[in-house]
């Protein structure tokens, strides 16, 4: 299912429906890039780390997919507070419920400034290898904001105006 900001509220019911039946879940992430600097192979593992880091704080999301798996013929019932996962059965049989969220940073009615870097590669294999509709991501995507951005909408929104 294609979730867009004009279907998010019905995508999001269907999605915790299934989220709860879900015996496990895929997760996966388009971004407008993926290196802020090359990795290589006599990187340390805390280096590598730090460029991964470096990549996603730099570049946006703009796609992020979800994938829940709902056992169709389970043995026995799940319990959803047991962290043992033995009761998903080598012949078990699943249902795939896909979700693509885009996502959009959007600036609100101009209240916050925001930039979307990209790297001209992942721009080509979104475009010819992914099939991204930027149009849609553009127009519908689904804004979010991190915790300090969504303090100051917050602190905006529930501002004594009379004090203007």
Same mark, same amino acid.
């Given at each position: 299912?294609?979730?867009?900001?004009?279907?998010?509220?019905?995508?999001?019911?269907?999605?915790?429906?299934?989220?709860?039946?879900?015996?496990?879940?895929?997760?996966?992430?388009?971004?407008?890039?993926?290196?802020?600097?090359?990795?290589?192979?006599?990187?340390?593992?805390?280096?590598?780390?730090?460029?991964?880091?470096?990549?996603?704080?730099?570049?946006?999301?703009?796609?992020? /997919?979800?994938?829940?798996?709902?056992?169709?013929?389970?043995?026995?019932?799940?319990?959803?507070?047991?962290?043992?996962?033995?009761?998903?059965?080598?012949?078990?049989?699943?249902?795939?419920?896909?979700?693509?969220?885009?996502?959009?940073?959007?600036?609100?009615? /101009?209240?916050?400034?925001?930039?979307?870097?990209?790297?001209?590669?992942?721009?080509?294999?979104?475009?010819?290898?992914?099939?991204?509709?930027?149009?849609?991501?553009?127009?519908?995507?689904?804004?979010?904001?991190?915790?300090?951005?969504?303090?100051?909408?917050?602190?905006?929104?529930?501002?004594?105006?009379?004090?203007?």
């Amino acid at each position: 299912m294609e979730v867009t900001r004009f279907n998010f509220k019905e995508a999001r019911a269907i999605f915790l429906e299934k989220l709860e039946q879900a015996a496990f879940v895929a997760f996966d992430l388009e971004m407008t890039g993926i290196r802020s600097e090359m990795r290589n192979e006599t990187d340390l593992p805390f280096e590598n780390y730090l460029k991964a880091f470096n990549a996603a704080n730099r570049y946006n999301v703009i796609q992020m /997919g979800l994938c829940l798996f709902v056992q169709t013929n389970p043995d026995e019932p799940k319990d959803p507070e047991a962290v043992d996962y033995s009761f998903i059965k080598p012949s078990a049989n699943f249902e795939a419920y896909p979700f693509t969220f885009y996502l959009m940073p959007r600036t609100y009615d /101009g209240l916050m400034k925001r930039d979307v870097a990209m790297e001209v590669s992942s721009i080509e294999f979104n475009v010819n290898r992914h099939g991204i509709d930027w149009n849609k991501w553009l127009d519908n995507g689904i804004g979010y904001c991190d915790q300090e951005e969504r303090q100051f909408l917050r602190d905006f929104i529930f501002a004594d105006k009379s004090t203007n």
